[in-house]
């Protein structure tokens, strides 16, 4: 009686591992909860994009990103399309560009902003975040470059301009989706995508499946084969730390109000404790852009100097407390948010993509006037573009670990704004996306 029983309770066992498996594959995926159709379409009023489409993914592991009251979404189309000026994580918006279904050009392109932007502002206008007719801008950007070249264009702009940039991965690959289902492509169908600062952050994670890889992001669309090319503009392939390597600016972010992240856990500002717990919650992409760039050989300068003989200076770089501030330090927050920096270098992109880079030279992205003279603003510490360290924009072994190859490694004299929109660098990207430039 008692084998009789045991032979039972095996092959309940191993049937019950079978419906398992079999439940696993039957299981919606991410990709599978993506809805393939506009919750809304913007047409009238979408210039210069021929049309705006507003998607969804309906995943639960989508969520409200809290927003920075500065670090909404304020343009005006861009708001009507996702119905809010703070939507959910589960929403992005498609740009379609003129002429996108009657390009010369084979392979359709998809632009992906930075931090702080959208598609009308990196790709149509990026001399003004809002133009009020977008039929007539006098600096067009690449999107009009590239159109006029015969390219059919997309564009994406994330729900939050500071997300997660796993969240964003997700819907970059729900994008690429999308423009498959509305250009018939067939099983070869591929893309071009050309990112520009944080928007590498998604491409990578999707392009090298890094979701695979972190349990909490298991869940993600891994890569599909779907891309040819990737130009990386102005990309931290290496990472930043600018929020830790200077106290001044932490006192202009409060000063102004400005929508960035900052690395203090309390400051004194004005002769008043602010204590900035869950702050960086509003901006959830960014420290996953952290690097250690002192300890990797760029150290501190001049404008990272504190009067108390550099002890906030370092406080606020490496952990501790001064009479100034306190933070937990760079490596802590490196840590809180998985390395993710680390672990994209160490993995590459897949094999079978090619990259471009262009990285900017010109460190001096602003200035200000304070009495007779004009003080230059941006990243002086080493060699940059005035926000992006140059070692960190031309980092290619961060991309190359698993057999993705680089073409192109550029720079020009352009700071990190002006490789976007610049004529010489709008020049290089078409001629990456082309094959017209000599490698």
């Not at 409200?64 to 918006?93: M, T, W, Y």
């Not at 997309?154 to 423009?179: C, E, K, V, Y």
């Not at 392009?207 to 993600?220: F, P």
Request: contains cysteine; neutral net charge.
């Amino acid at each position: 009686m008692d084998k009789k029983v045991s032979l039972v309770a095996k092959r309940f066992f191993f049937f019950s591992i079978l419906i398992a498996i079999v439940f696993s594959f039957l299981t919606p995926a991410a990709a599978q909860m993506f809805v393939n159709e506009p919750v809304r379409t913007i047409a009238d009023g979408a210039a210069p994009w021929a049309k705006i489409e507003c998607l969804a993914d309906e995943a639960p592991n989508f969520v409200f990103e809290p927003f920075h009251d500065n670090g909404k979404q304020s343009h005006r189309v861009i708001k009507e399309a996702f119905g809010s000026d703070a939507p959910n994580s589960k929403f992005f918006l498609l740009h379609y560009a003129p002429n996108w279904d009657k390009a010369k050009q084979k392979v359709p392109v998809l632009l992906v902003h930075g931090a702080g932007s959208q598609a009308f502002h990196s790709w149509c206008h990026p001399y003004a975040m809002e133009v009020p007719d977008g039929n007539n801008i006098d600096k067009p950007g690449l999107m009009k470059f590239l159109v006029d070249r015969g390219y059919s264009v997309f564009a994406i702009t994330f729900s939050h301009p500071h997300g997660d940039n796993f969240l964003q991965a997700q819907q970059l690959a729900n994008a690429i989706s999308r423009i498959k289902s509305v250009t018939k492509g067939g099983p070869d169908f591929k893309i071009d995508i050309v990112c520009h600062s944080k928007g590498a952050m998604p491409v990578r994670i999707y392009l090298s499946s890094l979701g695979e890889d972190i349990a909490k992001y298991a869940w993600l669309t891994p890569y599909r084969n779907d891309v040819r090319k990737c130009v990386f503009v102005a990309s931290p392939l290496k990472g930043l730390d600018t929020q830790f390597r200077y106290y001044a600016y932490s006192l202009a972010v409060l000063m102004k109000d400005i929508a960035a992240p900052m690395a203090p856990e309390w400051i004194v500002y004005l002769g008043s404790c602010h204590k900035l717990n869950g702050y960086n919650d509003k901006f959830p992409g960014q420290s996953q852009m952290l690097h250690n760039w002192v300890d990797d050989g760029i150290g501190f300068n001049d404008q990272s100097m504190t009067v108390d003989m550099d002890f906030t200076r370092n406080a606020l770089y490496y952990g501790g407390t001064t009479a100034l501030l306190s933070s937990d330090g760079i490596g802590a927050e490196i840590k809180k948010s998985g390395d993710v920096i680390g672990k994209l270098c160490d993995k590459g992109l897949a094999p079978g993509i090619t990259c471009s880079i262009l990285a900017g030279t010109k460190q001096d992205i602003d200035s200000v006037q304070i009495g007779m003279w004009k003080i230059p603003i941006g990243e002086f510490a080493a060699s940059s573009d005035g926000v992006l360290f140059h070692r960190s924009a031309t980092y290619v072994a961060g991309l190359t670990a698993r057999g993705a190859k680089v073409a192109t490694v550029r720079s020009l004299n352009l700071h990190h704004v002006g490789l976007i929109f610049w004529p010489d660098a709008l020049k290089f990207i078409e001629g990456e996306l082309s094959g017209r430039n000599t490698h």
